[in-house]
């Protein structure tokens, strides 16, 4: 109990922390974890080994709860090409910088993967909290981290038995195998039978979840694979709807529990033995916060998403997974590696981790998108004078587009999306393939010369440029919040309440059904 | 063990029983029945924990108020119900052919209820903000209290320390004086410390969670170094932190984590409860104590319930809920055995007797209703000049309309719907959204089930949600629909609306569309449809 208060401790004080300097809570936990045991404070070896295993298990277990393939359907082949592509080359990138260093083969690879793949953790917070969940590059961006936590897996329960030979790693991997196509079976038969036949309780629900979790972490026992398979897999079983929303609830408050106690007591084992570690950390982070974005940003252009998009999942995607943690832990314990391999495999995850807030930013997006070079063509004027520009065709384009017209206006449409584009020449309409936000753009289109401009786009801080660049055009501004209306009003544009629109038609129907 | 006990969890719960039955026998058919299971320094630390959160979630459902409108009658009842209880199982036992020692031993065994039993009943069934369940927890504290005595004099007598009266009373003395400056020091921090740093972390719930259980682990730690209790401590804790604002949505992050750890504990605890002596002679003393306590003390604190004031009902339901041994009785019974006071035979006795008790008390407390109703209807609680005062049915509301999110739309719907005279609950996780409100207001996430349940899911007219949130607002729909009640949520784009129209939502609020009429009218009204000026 001594050593879950010591360690309940180092949360409190690692989520207050990460609150007021608005870092990522794992990266603070796991820092304070190493200063705490470097100064003889954190937790016992032992009971922070027993707490990594007990949080690995319910972390990973939760991560497999919300892989639900349903979620990038619609973007699979774009998900694939990025996700297989990000891992792939970063992770031959960072292998060639570890035997550069000096790393032994098998430490190299070990580190090369532990580049690869991106963290599901942190990246999912930030997209909440930046409310872009949903948006379409929030959505590759989900697909691709999903899909690398699954590799990253596979990885694991190959890596485990490096020094046997191909035949095991083979045998492993039909075992992993055998194990997923039963967690399919049950994810597309067995659960939905069950939550439709026994409606379980809260409390059985949570039951019957764990009773899958310690049932596929025996089976991956019996069947000589490491338990965060069997963890993943348990998860991937439950993550077909409405279960995985029912369970999203009650095992919320677990996975934070287990969550704050894992990087804290994982910390607790890093060994910061010499300054060369920190180098070494040093060298390996900047493979993943360089790496990571060039070649997200070229891959996921090259798959149809426009720049600004690429560069915003290239930012986002740029650092080390808390897989990668795993990884070394299951390299240690096979003897594979070294604990200071692990500890820069470990400092690596904390300093990219701590760097995404910084660098998932709208400036260095901009920084980046000033620098691209297909931003740098800027073309000539297209010619058009009192028109309406339309920026950000979405879902209602078709309507805003046929009102225009049928007012006897000419339209002009600025989008990134490749697919709008297309759907825009189909339907000639004028459109140009783009930045809402860019100036260069919006020179190109006339914005000086349209008589309105029409700003549906996704981000007030974006409407809010288009309105200072607009001069004096008018702009009429989508906005949804109270607070972005009085903003674009104060800057001089018309702002449209979507709110207001939506809570009208709202009272409409509520009046007109009368419900009682 | 979480296997077996999710398995006989879905069997016992196809014949009524409540789940910790279901648990003790899974502790009894992995344990010395099967051999499966040992208990090891982990499930032991693991169990731990299941008690501390449960009293941390005790602590939390109960403020001033509450305490002030039952604590006369939980201290005249506990008192009352610890000497009568003592004295009759005293009587018992020596009738029984027990020698004093062990009549005495046996007196105390039987005296006290078990806390972690009763709390996760009144909790599984909602009734901790009852009056019965106020009283019944103020008798379990008062019972605590008292434990501390006991333990302070057995451990004088078990490390053969001196029994002299001036030391008794002094150790007795440090126990109480260390439980006061405790309780003290929280309530103090609840009001000058705690306020505005949880004030700051509120807007970010895991914050705020993780800060709630290290601040329940720092006053657990201080409750066992000033040789308290854990449980004493855990309560202090959630006590102090449920005179904030937050303690209803502390108390849904709680509860999951608790009803795991605790599974594991009543598991536990049926692995420990297995006896390994069984005879005739020992199955009839059984029998006989279990039937006093079954009987004896539901009677008994009735009367006490009853001769301060309260009704029938809820002097019935307190005194139900305490119908059980303690586990603790197990704990002093094997002090007694190791200090060679009472016989080795006894601990069986005592372990029998418990798991007859609690399985049975469980059945019973899942029945109340239907025994005070039958027992009501025969005339055997008499008659009383009480008004019914339990608030279990109270304020059971209806034909009222939740609205979930307060962002702008969120509010204007709350809004209005309530100038309407409309009854609006607004929930949200941010408490700063939910100011300045006209409506009521709740702060929580509605992902957790039992924020929409304890609002009236199920009797609400209508449910709507304003949240942007693909995932909680399908989660939302899909509960409505199980419900059987209309739900309005917002499309984040199109490409959901086939998934919200097989869920039933009666209305799709699209605001990315419907603003499509706002713009052209904007732009009929700033002049900038129609020809152009020269």
Known sequence: MNQLAILLAIATIGYGLAKWRRLPVAAVLLLLGILFSAVGWGADRESARQLVELGLAFLVFNTGIELNPRRFLHQTRQVLWVAFGQFLLVGLAGFGVARWMQFDWTPAIYLGFAAAASSTLVVIRQLKNQQQMFQPFGRLVTGVLLLQDAIMITVIVLLARLDDGWLAMGTDFGALLLLAVGAILLHLFVLPWMERTLRPNEELLLLIALSFLFLFLGAAYWLGLPFIAGAFLAGFTLSVFPLNGLLRGLLGSLAEFFHALFFAALGSLVVFSSFWVLLQAGAMSLVVLAGTPIIVIILAEWQGQSARNAIESGLLLAQSSELALVLGLVGVGAGQLDHPTFSVMALTCAITMMVTPFLATDQATWALLHRHPGH???????????HALLLGFGSAGMWVVKALRKAGLRVLVIDDDAAVITHCERSRIPCLRGDGTDLQLLRRAGIHEARFVIANLPRPIDTMKVVR????????ARVFEASEEAAVREAGGIPVSSSQAAFQKFLDWFEKTQVR | MVITAAVLAILIRMIRLPTIVAYLLAGLALGPMTGLIEISPAIDLISELGIVLLLFLVGLELNFGQIKAVGKVAVFAGLGQVALSGLLGFLVSLALGFDFPQAAFLAIDLTFSSTVVVVKMLSDQHALETFHGRIAIGILLIQDIVVIVVLTVLAGIADGGSMAWNVVVKEVAEALGGMLLLL????????????????WASPMPGTLFIWSLGWCFLVVTAAHLAHLSIELGAFFAGFSLAQLPYNRDLQHRIKPLMNFFIAIFFVALGVKMAPDVLDTTLMMQVLMLSAVVLISKPLIIQWL??????DARTGFHAGLSLAQ??????ILTGMGVSAGLVA???LALVTLTGMVTIGVSTSLILMREQLYQFANGRGWLGKTSAQPIDTEDHEKRSGHIIVVGMNTLGRQIATRLHERGEEVLAIDTDPRKLQNLPSRTLLGNVEYHDVLEEEGLRRAKLVVSALQIEATNDLLAYRCREAGIRCSVVAVDLSVMENLLELDVAWVMLPKIDVVRAQTAALRTHGLLGEKSP
């Open chain 2, 305 to 310: 319930v009853r001769a301060n004031g309260f």
């Open chain 1, 376 to 386: 740098r063509r800027s073309g000539g004027f297209a010619g058009f004078e009192d």
């Open chain 2, 325 to 330: 041994i303690s586990e603790f009785s197990f």
């Open chain 2, 344 to 346: 080795p035979r006894m």
């Open chain 1, 469 to 476: 660049h607009a001069e004096r055009t008018p702009v009429v």
């Open chain 2, 184 to 199: 003290g020091g929280v309530l103090a921090a609840a009001k000058w410390l705690l306020p505005r740093p949880f004030a």
